[in-house]
């Protein structure tokens, strides 16, 4: 099995910072891409930045320039630096990664339980 355990959310005022972090442990092999995704209310979830093994970033268009996403693979951990936060960034945020496991060669995606972050006006 793989947990997933995020941290760093919280309430900012507007063009304040955060920075998430997300931590994977469990029976991994390799990890392909990490990414975060957010859901506000009423919304769909949607990409926010993704991150492959080999470090190319991708972002959504709302956050490029505001938002860098950064990976430590000795330990297995993606970061979400969230600078001159709007109150459009309120939402849960998730991370997401791809895995191998140890002995085989299927992908799994696993999800992380979601961190709030709220942008107060």
């Known amino acids: 099995q793989v947990q997933l355990v995020e941290s760093g959310g919280g309430l900012v005022q507007a063009g304040g910072s955060l920075r998430l972090s997300c931590a994977a442990s469990g029976s991994i092999f390799s990890i392909n891409t990490m990414g975060w995704y957010r859901q506000a209310p009423g919304k769909q979830r949607e990409l926010v930045a993704a991150i492959t093994n080999g470090d190319s970033t991708n972002y959504a268009d709302s956050v490029k320039g505001r938002f860098t996403i950064s990976r430590d693979n000795a330990k297995n951990t993606m970061y979400l630096q969230m600078n001159s936060l709007k109150p459009e960034d309120t939402a849960v945020y998730y991370c997401?990664?791809?895995?191998?496991?140890?002995?085989?060669?299927?992908?799994?995606?696993?999800w992380g339980q979601g961190t709030q972050v709220t942008v107060s006006s």
């Open positions: 997401q990664i791809k895995v191998r496991k140890v002995g085989s060669p299927t992908v799994y995606v696993y």
